[in-house]
């Protein structure tokens, strides 16, 4: 049934991330059974090709390149691409610089990048990464076992953006063919982890994917009742790191592997874990990885993730600082595979808030609405939402240039926040030079002030 679903429903119905779907499945199949020799060839090539493309085509590149005296033929794999990192406030500042002239605007799709580290900020795709990006999304939940027909309950999403999903056509194949379903995520409260707990039984699932902090409180929400309830065979879990407590909790829970996935609204999904070795393995056909020495912290160094982005032509994105760190284990992975790998991401953290009512709103849901911003964070650099009483928030955000803009999108961000909780905030706001990480690594988007009893659910 997978092979129907890859190769010709997917594709017919929904041309646009799944065109030649199945024929992308199969040349990353073909890549993971290629020798390490010929993967870094393959990769060079794709190196090579995404800093040549970006040299003749866009006028930052063009500027970049020239500054240092780098060409594209230059480059060897392994080593470093010598070029500045692009930062998001680079990707600001440039962002109409940043875009390919050789690809057509009809050909370019809205992303943007992820608000869980700074503002979010407008990137484009051409239309052939989006696909690839799909394909290489779905070919790492293959790695677990999960293939599109495949029955899976999703934790996800804010019941809002779900209703703003494609077409009615789409919801009744994601539900009656690709056996897909949805338990909306954006608020937590006791009816709607019943809801989960119904979807679950009623589904039984072989693969529950989810937020990873999201599915833990509702495995607590299962062990708490005591009610019997469907174990999947797989959990899949990502959006926010996996804490070692989290995972416990749900090996415990549902008695199955649990695998973390790592991605971003910028780059897209590019990591896996895997079982033996319990790391994180970037895939090296999606992204070039380079890990930046950036100070210490209790559990040790940590390192800057620099990525290089090979599918995307529309906006090339060459040595991206993701705003997330690592940890590292520089000794061979347990599992055999010699693709990169970090044993934990610290980028960000995300309590959750909670409304009068006792309902929890995820931090990770957050991300949705800052991203919702319709014309981006062009001003705003970097935001930190405190939750200093159920119905008082309060903003800390770094920002520069022009003070009505940043009003603006300041007062943007204040409303879809106040229409997501669904009561009325009052607000308060406080402008600082920088929002720093903490001494653990971790820049953290959401702290609530309220105490910790006050967020249990269920
Ligand atoms: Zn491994």
Not at 1 to 14: G, K, Q, S, T, Y
Not at 49 to 62: G, K, M, N, Q, V
Not at 77 to 89: H, Q, V, Y
């Amino acid at each position: 049934m997978a092979w129907i679903h890859n190769n010709i429903i997917l594709p017919v119905l929904e041309r646009e991330r799944h065109q030649r779907l199945g024929a992308r499945l199969r040349r990353l199949e073909q890549f993971d059974r290629m020798s390490k020799d010929e993967q870094l060839a393959e990769q060079e090539v794709r190196v090579k090709r995404i800093l040549d493309h970006a040299y003749r085509s866009t006028p930052y590149y063009r500027r970049i390149f020239d500054d240092v005296g780098f060409q594209a033929a230059d480059w060897k794999s392994g080593n470093p691409i010598p070029l500045p990192e692009l930062s998001r406030d680079l990707l600001r500042a440039n962002s109409h610089d940043l875009l390919s002239r050789d690809v057509p605007e009809r050909q370019l799709r809205k992303a943007s990048t992820g608000g869980t580290t700074s503002a979010p900020v407008v990137i484009w795709r051409d239309l052939e990464g989006l696909r690839d990006k799909t394909a290489l999304q779905y070919h790492l939940n293959r790695w677990s076992g999960y293939d599109q027909g495949t029955r899976a309950l999703h934790i996800w999403g804010a019941e809002r953006d779900l209703a703003l999903n494609p077409s009615w056509k789409w919801r009744l194949y994601e539900e009656g063919l690709l056996r897909r379903y949805i338990g909306a995520a954006g608020q937590l409260n006791e009816s709607v982890m019943q809801s989960f707990l119904h979807k679950l039984n009623l589904h039984r699932p072989e693969i529950l994917y989810g937020y990873a902090a999201t599915t833990a409180r509702f495995a607590e929400f299962l062990k708490s009742t005591g009610v019997v309830y469907h174990k999947p065979k797989h959990l899949i879990v990502t959006a926010e790191p996996l804490s070692a407590e989290d995972r416990a909790i749900l090996e415990d829970a549902f008695q199955c592997p649990v695998t973390e996935h790592y991605g971003s609204r910028d780059i897209g999904m590019v990591a896996a874990q895997c079982q033996a070795g319990k790391r994180l393995h970037f895939h090296p056909a999606a992204c070039y990885l380079e890990l930046v020495y950036s100070g210490t912290t209790p559990e040790g160094p940590l390192y800057k993730l620099i990525a290089t982005d090979l599918l995307n032509l529309g906006m090339p994105l060459i040595r991206y600082d993701t705003a997330d760190c690592v940890l590292l284990d520089s000794t061979p992975c347990a599992c055999g595979s010699w693709f990169p790998s970090v044993t934990q991401i610290l980028g960000r953290a995300l309590d959750n808030f909670v409304l009068p009512d006792g309902s929890i709103i995820p931090g990770i849901s957050l991300t949705v609405i800052l991203a919702r911003s319709s014309r981006g964070f062009r001003h705003v650099r970097q935001i930190q939402l405190i939750q200093k009483a159920v119905n008082h928030m309060h903003i800390r955000y770094s920002a520069q240039g022009d003070v009505m803009e940043i009003q603006q999108e300041l007062a943007e961000l204040k409303k879809n926040v106040d229409q997501h909780f669904q009561i009325s905030l009052q607000w308060s706001a406080e402008r600082v030079p920088e929002i720093l990480r903490e001494r653990s690594g971790k820049l953290r988007l959401c702290i609530s002030e309220i105490s910790h009893g006050q967020r249990q659910v269920g």
